[in-house]
């Protein structure tokens, strides 16, 4: 029996070799091809227009009474001493920082709770509210003084410091109140819903789990709230009439009359007004972008 001889296999033909991956080009915008001094130019003229008022301030502040020279030396401190001792502005600088804490803690405080029952629950009205609170800031604060001038008056609190910290509270309470709100709504409601699980009721849920994580708006806020009371002039100008009540706004413009201006004297206490509010921004710039930044994120 003649059997046929099996073909030979044919050899599977070799995988084709994988193509390497093509490198991603990214797309170079405009502005990323900007030379350097495009950049830095405007920059360094936008700061050196910022910078030569603080240093014509500061001229003035350290310079001799009738010096004209462009550098303060010999420098001298003589402006200072006279409007912290002569021109009460001790006074003035406790009557301000005073004014600030209170109307900061109170703004704080009030407008946290606005904000948590603005985040957290559904009313009626709440639309209503929030569109209320919205108007308030297009009403200029010097159209508020007439009423609350007899509001006060009625309640004995002119020349008093306290109508002026409760004045400072009702201006900022509506835009602290609405970026409150934003924070908290950026928490999760699960977070609440945990601590309710584990046993807390609703505010220690809130002290516990989610006012930790309103650290930067808090600062944002209360921040906020400290620096507009501390350079707000009409408020203080309206209600206060003794000169011990006064507040540091209100001292500077007692440095200025109709025949003559102490700019040495001036410059110094602006200086002095200045600088609490630029070390405080010194230590809380990090949390102050933050928390702006979350609040005006849409949860």
Known sequence: MI???AAPATPAPAPAAAEPPRPVRKKHRAWDEAPRWQIYLPLGIYLLFTLIPFYWILLFALRPAG????????????????VWTDRSFGTFF???????VATLIMTTLVALAGGYALARFDFRIKRGFMLALL?????????????????????QMINSLGSVIIAETVFQLPLSMILISNFIKNVPYSLEEA??????????????????????????????????????FLFALMFLNNQEKQTIPVGLNTLMSADSVDLGALAAGGIIAAVPVVVVFAFIQKWLITGFSAGAVKG
């Not at 010096?67 to 006279?82: A, C, G, I, N, R």
């Not at 406790?94 to 600030?100: E, K, T």
């Not at 930790?212 to 921040?223: N, T």
Request: aromatic share 16%; charged share 15%; hydrophobic share 50%.
């Open 67 to 82: 010096s004209t020279s462009l550098v303060p030396w010999p420098m001298t401190f003589e402006h200072f001493e006279k």
């Open 94 to 100: 406790y009557n301000s920082v005073l004014v600030g």
């Open 3 to 5: 059997t046929k001889e």
């Open 195 to 232: 601590a309710w699980v584990d046993g807390c009721n609703r505010f220690r849920a809130f002290r516990v789990v989610v006012l930790p994580l309103l650290r930067p708006g808090l600062i944002a806020v209360g921040s906020f709230a400290f620096v507009h009371s501390w350079n707000h």
């Open 135 to 155: 108007c308030s800031q297009f009403v200029p604060g010097a159209l508020l003084l007439v009423p609350l001038f007899e509001i006060f008056a009625e309640l």
